[in-house]
């Protein structure tokens, strides 16, 4: 055994898990590859695990436009599903940059969007942080911050989201479906997250017990042909994120009609580049206009001392997917 | 369901059935390794992150050391143990020989459970090789040799 011990128990149904998973100190147990690093690093130490696995809700379905992704479908079938391929590559690109073969087989699409942030000093349970212990202090604001976030910090945290997936998702518009005492509900998943502020342990708007069931994106089949991610990390492959980029344009008649841009890598959350996508919109894709997107992609940067080079690294991954986007015939 | 810490636990290996009860804490490789005594899954980071511990489950590979033993209850597990045989190698293993595709060894068991698995999914050419083997470190480097293994058997 490799962390403190704890209680299993595995759910019937939403109803049950939801009750069971209420209880202060119960964790979700979908594919389990954050939860067990965290368990086993000391960051996390649920009293009890609800394992979830067996929900019925492994399905990926393409209906009258609308991509529907069971929060248990696990990435690499997402990634290999023929209407994901075809209608939203940006999804299945995003997915295969992330982790490994085997992870990808294990990790579910809830679990991906609800993986905890990646900092050293959340994960290392001798080193201060905020987020595994409130109050602790943020070790990596004066420490060691080369993989801190650039927007949406506080001086309670400064940790990034890893999530691929999300990052494409959160480009797409995607709304999240969640199930908790009242019921089913949707949020955007945007508002699936919140930002540190004075508590960076609360990363999302989930209360105990709230389940993602699944997630929802529609409309966004105009962006096919003309989305792309770009993932820029310290090895080609299986490692996070220094900077990502996802980026989908629809474009009529040599114009941008719509231009929905994401960022990973640089803040706690998947970050909208909306100067970026204002910049774009009703203009034509030339190099001016891609230029000016850039460089407002990263005006409100702040880094910290060991970070500022992504703060090129941001503008010129916005620069490069537009000039991709804009190859294409 | 009641919450429990120990569970009777039920896999399928290599094509036989085995019943346990395991801590619910232990996780698959632990099982493997400890309770059922098949060694050949090997423990290296036990973090997920060098695939040492790949096994297939239900076919697909998976790090074993990230996967509850209890969660995998009921379900069929292919380990080192199950391909191939002293007296008739599998195809794989005689290619990971041919092309001297290791040298300590310790990682080839994880390395070849998750070529078998990265072999069902066609790899198109080298670099998909690479690409997919990319959740399998080999700390003597013998990474050239074990993509032109693959590649061997893949018909590239």
């Known amino acids: 055994m490799s962390g403190h011990s704890f209680q299993y128990a595995r759910a019937a149904d939403v109803h ?16 389990g590859t954050d939860l067990l690093q965290l368990w ?3 960051a996390m130490t649920p009293t009890a695990v609800v394992d979830i696995s067996r929900l019925p809700l492994g399905d990926v379905e393409f209906v009258d436009g609308q991509l529907s992704l069971g929060a248990l479908a696990r990435l690499s079938d997402v990634a290999a599903h023929p209407d994901v391929r075809r ?17 990808r087989n294990m990790a579910t699409v809830g679990g991906n969007l609800l993986q905890r942030t990646r900092c050293p000093y959340f994960r290392n349970e001798q080193l201060a942080c905020n987020k595994r212990k409130p109050g602790s202090g943020c070790g990596a604001l004066s420490g060691e911050s080369r993989q801190a976030a650039l927007f949406g910090t506080s001086p309670s945290c400064v940790a990034t989201h890893a ?11 995607a709304e999240v479906e969640v199930f908790g005492a009242e019921g089913a509900r949707r949020v955007s998943l945007r508002d699936l997250y919140r930002l540190p502020g004075a508590t960076p342990e609360h990363e999302t708007n989930l209360v105990p017990g709230e389940l993602i069931t699944g997630v929802r994106v529609s409309n966004a089949t105009r962006f096919t042909g003309r989305s792309t991610y770009l993932k820029i990390r310290d090895r080609a492959s299986f490692e996070f994120a220094v900077v990502s980029v996802a ?17 990973g890598g640089v803040a706690p959350l998947p970050w909208r580049l909306e100067r970026t996508e204002a910049a774009l919109t009703g203009r034509a894709l030339d190099s001016q206009t ?5 460089e407002v992609a990263v005006a409100h940067a702040r880094p910290l001392a060991d970070n500022g080079f992504k703060v090129a690294l941001l503008r010129n991954a916005v620069l490069r997917v537009l000039q991709t986007l804009g190859s294409r015939p | 369901m009641s919450p429990a810490s ?3 636990i039920s896999l399928k290996i290599n094509g ?89 060894g310790y990682c080839t068991p994880g390395q070849i459970m998750s070529a078998l698995a990265l072999l069902d999914e066609k790899p198109a050419d080298l670099e998909s090789i690479r690409e997919g083997m990319s959740g399998n470190l080999c700390r003597c480097g013998a990474y050239p040799n074990i993509v032109a293994a693959i590649a061997e058997v893949a018909g590239l």
């Open chain 1, 40 to 42: 086993k690093s000391g």
């Open chain 1, 87 to 103: 209608h939203h590559p940006l999804i299945a690109e995003a997915i295969l940059a992330s982790a490994s073969g085997q992870i």
């Open chain 1, 163 to 173: 999530s691929d997936l999300a990052v494409a998702l959160a480009a797409l518009d």
């Open chain 2, 16 to 104: 036989r059935k085995h019943g346990f009860s395991a801590a619910v804490c232990d996780t698959l490789l632990d099982v493997l390794r400890e309770k059922l005594g098949m060694a050949g899954t090997k423990k290296g980071c036990d973090m997920g992150a060098c695939g040492a511990c790949t096994v297939l489950a239900e076919g697909r590979r998976i790090k074993s050391c990230l996967a509850l033993a209890a969660s995998c209850d009921g379900r069929s597990i292919t380990t080192i143990e199950g391909v191939g045989a002293t007296d008739k190698l599998h195809l794989l293993q005689a290619a990971f020989i041919r092309h001297d595709a290791l040298q300590c």
């Open chain 1, 290 to 294: 891609i230029a000016a997107a850039a």
């Open chain 1, 247 to 263: 980026a989908a344009l629809q474009i009529e008649n040599g114009k941008i009609l719509s231009a929905r841009l994401a960022a």
């Open chain 1, 16 to 31: 049950d898990a939801r009750i069971q998973a209420s209880t202060p100190g119960a964790a979700y147990l979908a594919g």
């Open chain 2, 6 to 8: 120990s569970i009777p």
